[in-house]
């Protein structure tokens, strides 16, 4: 989900003038973090990806899931990957405008992984990104978190002109219940709407398991005690 | 969710002849076990309920709620309850289209709950159901179970002209996911939709954490692994 809500919710086709030109193989995309490849196999299923840049701080870790997850560390050998051993950070400091989505999968807000929910972080993130780009971040859990996500949307409602959050179920995730912070710098994107539809073959195909373009729409429904700490009424 | 996707589901204003009559409290509501009184507090919340009629085999269970769950508990010196201390089984032999809505809240299919996942009891349901009635049970969670579940909601389907399969969010229960079996005896009643929208001031006045009117239709959205299981493709 952290992945495909994102990168589905991003249009392929671009308007150019009053043609509809398919720019196929022109995304651009950032990782930061994600060091496990569960996310990089995901991103590397769409073939609307020209290249996945990945910034991850902790070389070990991609070694660790090279050695025992090699079904998770699968895509580290693909020709689409720039790797970047660092701290996401300043990696950010030094792209401005440059990708169409990024994704941060990061751990949880404790300890190094702490700034990366901060205002300053998701400044970077903004400017990183070009102008019709979309985020998704690591969101907490809502059962857990809500305190500091109410303040993570708080401010990204600030930064974006498109700012949403949604929510997926992962069964190895505390309470069971993942929150996605899902930002778009083109203020007409809706994002809790896929951009592309796919038939159930295209999910069998994609061997997508858990997102199908139904799944997408519905992870955007909060419930309520959810919607009332983010203060989204019914539009 | 168990009590709310039912409820709200059903219809209160009954179509006779050409004019509308709303039917205010005439609902006659079943719950089979649920001896924590959860359900009963939130079957309660519902003004168009009439009478409850809770059937619940282990007395202990109400009792131990009553003395440690007073905020759980609290339904069970309301004057709308019927309250039975036996087996759900028995007691539905005895009743035949009788309920407007039933709902099942139970223990795991491990020992003694193992047989309110099997065919039987479920024809039992249908029996004790009105002939536009609506029931939900307990139907485990998707991550755990699925080789169970496809095998309920085939019987359901063979015993239903509408059976349908919903999750929600619940943290305490292991993996985090819910899932809910929802049955209707009128081909035309789609359970999918609340047949009463709340505003959110009613969601308010209701007190309900979770449930909302978009939280109910996206509770049938599932995971393409459960829909593929279930075999429920795009309509």
Request: a negative charge; charged letters at 25%.
């Amino acid at each position: 989900m952290l992945a495909h809500l994102p990168l589905f919710a991003h249009p392929n086709p671009k308007r150019v003038g009053i043609e509809i030109i398919e720019l196929n193989s022109k995304f651009q995309v950032l990782i930061i973090g994600g060091g496990d490849g569960g996310i990089l196999r995901e991103v590397l299923k769409h073939d609307t990806v020209e290249k996945v840049t990945m910034c991850e701080i902790d070389e070990m870790v991609i070694d660790v899931a090279k050695k025992f997850l090699p079904g998770m560390s699968c895509g580290f050998s693909h020709e689409k990957l720039d790797l970047y051993c660092g701290d996401g950070f300043e990696f950010l400091k030094n792209h401005k405008n440059e990708f169409d989505v990024i994704i941060t999968d990061s751990s949880d807000p404790v300890g190094p992984a702490e700034s990366l929910f901060g205002q300053s972080y998701y400044e970077l993130l903004r400017d990183a990104l070009k102008e019709d780009g979309i985020l998704s971040s690591q969101g907490e859990c809502p059962w857990l978190d809500l305190s500091l996500i109410t303040t993570v949307i708080q401010n990204c409602r600030r930064l974006f002109p498109h700012a949403k959050y949604a929510v997926g179920s992962v069964p190895t995730y505390t309470s069971g219940l993942m929150g996605y912070v899902i930002c778009a710098n083109d203020k007409t994107r809706d994002v809790t709407t896929p951009a592309r539809v796919l038939t159930d073959d295209q999910v069998k195909n994609l061997n997508l398991r858990f997102y199908n373009s139904e799944v997408h729409k519905a992870a955007f429904v909060l419930p309520q005690f959810v919607r009332n700490a983010l203060e989204e009424k019914k539009e």
